[in-house]
């Protein structure tokens, strides 16, 4: 449940990064030219999946050492950290650490957590009588495909409800 949690999170981050990338960067730089807001943009997503793939291999490593649910806790709190301070980010450079941030925690989220389905999931036996988890894999699948479609539209309700909250204080 934790690691479903967690790719839920993830996937609506990267939603919620996706739409809001680009009006972000404009806004941190200084009367910006399309192509710099577009560069800036790409080299943020670029260090991301490269931070992506680092959190994997390092937190793997990790989780071997300390334990799965360790790691995952540390990588749940490193990528929460990473997300929250992007939002006092005050230029593109500081946007993109954070995010680098984000992206190792997300990384180890995802390599500690397909472990810990990976040991959980049932087995079941295959006409060969071979250990099968297809049937349990497939249905994660299907939850972490409908993650973004999910969490989008929960962004959009908070957005929503948060616009309504602000309009009322005013």
Not at 19 to 27: F, G, I, V
Not at 140 to 157: D, L
Request: neutral net charge.
């Amino acid at each position: 449940v934790v690691a479903a949690l967690g790719w839920l999170f993830d996937t609506m981050d990267q939603q919620l990064f996706a739409l809001a990338k680009t009006p972000a960067m404009r806004s941190l730089l200084d009367q910006p030219t399309s192509e710099e807001v577009q560069f800036r943009v790409t080299l943020c997503t670029s260090i991301f999946l490269v931070g992506w793939a680092v959190g994997g291999i390092f937190f793997g490593w990790l989780a071997d050492r300390i334990g799965r649910a360790k790691t995952l806790f540390i990588t749940i709190v490193l990528y929460s950290l990473g997300t929250a301070l992007c939002a006092a980010a005050p230029n593109t450079a500081i946007l993109t650490l954070c995010r680098l941030l984000s992206s190792l925690g997300i990384g180890g989220e995802w390599a500690a957590g397909a472990a810990m389905v990976a040991e959980v999931v049932v087995h079941v036996r295959n006409e060969n009588g071979e250990g099968d988890a297809t049937p349990q894999l497939d249905q994660i699948r299907r939850n972490v495909a409908a993650a973004p479609i999910v969490g989008q539209q929960v962004a959009q309700r908070r957005l929503q409800v948060g616009a309504s909250g602000i309009l009322e204080l005013a």
